[in-house]
């Protein structure tokens, strides 16, 4: 079975009605990222569904994406994710995770993290912080995984080691690091996990060198569909996994041949660990 450790499903649908249908034709099990209790109500009838028809899971996470206090601020940010932001949603968002982490429903909390891309994210710097340690303190109070999103700002995760060791896995989602960074982090003794997604497929040097570095049991593959395009696509979807599977095996393995089974096993041990240990 094909894994994807990332996905705005209900964003996804909002552009291709049936990608759920594509999803089960694939066999795809993952993790749909939820930050409002709209889309996590929406994502938990699918998961509920593909468990009654024995399709690949759905697994739920959730969390106030660090880019939504930016958006907030009047950025358009990429795509037009995700409906009107204002801050009452967001601090409704910051109870709902409290009720789904203590139900028990949450796969993981995610995604969270920080953005530093530009200067409309710069200044919602402290916001960024004060979600993210809110998301830290509800992944260690009920022993979830944390699914992060860093751009431009690996230098924020350091401090945060003590911490990020305690929970039982931290999802580096769209790998945005060096190698170095990458081995720095797990010699540090956080349990992490580095997904990759079509920057592999789109020359990004440090995801590809990343991607042939690290052990095979620390790799996750994922879509952040809709949101990561090919050039030419107007979005990301399923459709895109197997390939950035197969880039990955040829990254890892130029000589292996292309029949060979290894690219469906690549990140699905992985995924299975971090998101139904
Ligand atoms: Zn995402």
Same mark, same amino acid.
């Given at each position: ?16 009605? =049936? ?10 099990? &993952? #993790?749909?990222?939820?930050? $409002?209790?709209?889309?996590?109500? *929406?994502?938990?009838?699918? &998961?509920? /569904?593909?468990?009654?028809?024995? %399709? +690949? ?18 950025? /358009?940010?990429? %795509? ?22 203590? %139900? ?10 920080? =953005? ?6 710069? /200044?919602?710097? %402290? ?7 809110? @998301? ?12 992060? @999103? ?9 401090? @945060?080691?003590? #911490?990020?060791?305690?929970? +039982? ?6 790998? !945005?690091?060096? +190698? ?10 956080? $349990?992490?996990?580095?997904? *990759? ?5 789109? $020359? ?11 052990? /095979? ?43 060979? !089974? ?12 971090? *998101?139904?240990?």
């Amino acid at each position: 079975m094909l894994c994807d450790a990332h996905v705005h499903l209900k964003n996804l649908l909002e552009l291709e009605p =049936d990608a759920e249908t594509t999803r089960r034709r694939l066999g795809i099990a &993952a #993790a749909a990222s939820a930050w $409002n209790r709209a889309e996590f109500a *929406f994502h938990r009838e699918l &998961a509920a /569904a593909a468990k009654r028809d024995n %399709a +690949p899971p759905l697994f739920l996470c959730f969390a106030v994406h660090p880019q939504l206090p930016g958006n907030l601020a009047g950025k /358009a940010a990429g %795509a037009d994710c995700a409906a009107i932001h204002d801050s009452a949603a967001i601090r409704d968002s910051a109870v709902a995770l409290a009720e789904y982490a203590a %139900a028990g429903e949450l796969a993981a909390i995610g995604e969270t993290g920080f =953005d530093l891309f530009d200067e409309s994210y710069r /200044a919602t710097e %402290a916001e960024q912080d004060r979600l993210f340690a809110l @998301h830290l303190d509800a992944a260690l109070r009920y022993g979830l995984p944390l699914v992060l @999103h860093v751009r431009r700002a690996m230098h924020k995760i350091f401090p @945060h080691t003590g #911490a990020l060791k305690k929970l +039982p896995a931290v999802v580096f989602h769209s790998w !945005p690091g060096s +190698p170095d960074e990458g081995f720095s982090i797990l010699r540090r003794g956080i $349990n992490a996990f580095f997904s *990759f997604g079509t920057t592999i497929l789109l $020359n990004h040097k440090n995801a590809i060198r990343s991607c042939a570095a690290f052990p /095979a049991e620390r790799l996750l593959f994922e879509t952040d569909a809709p949101f990561q395009p090919l050039r030419g696509k107007r979005y990301s979807s399923f459709e895109d996994l197997p390939a950035v599977i197969r880039a990955a095996a040829a990254i890892r393995c130029p000589d292996a041949a292309a029949e060979s !089974p290894e690219p469906e096993r690549l990140g699905g041990a992985a995924f299975y660990r971090v *998101f139904c240990p």
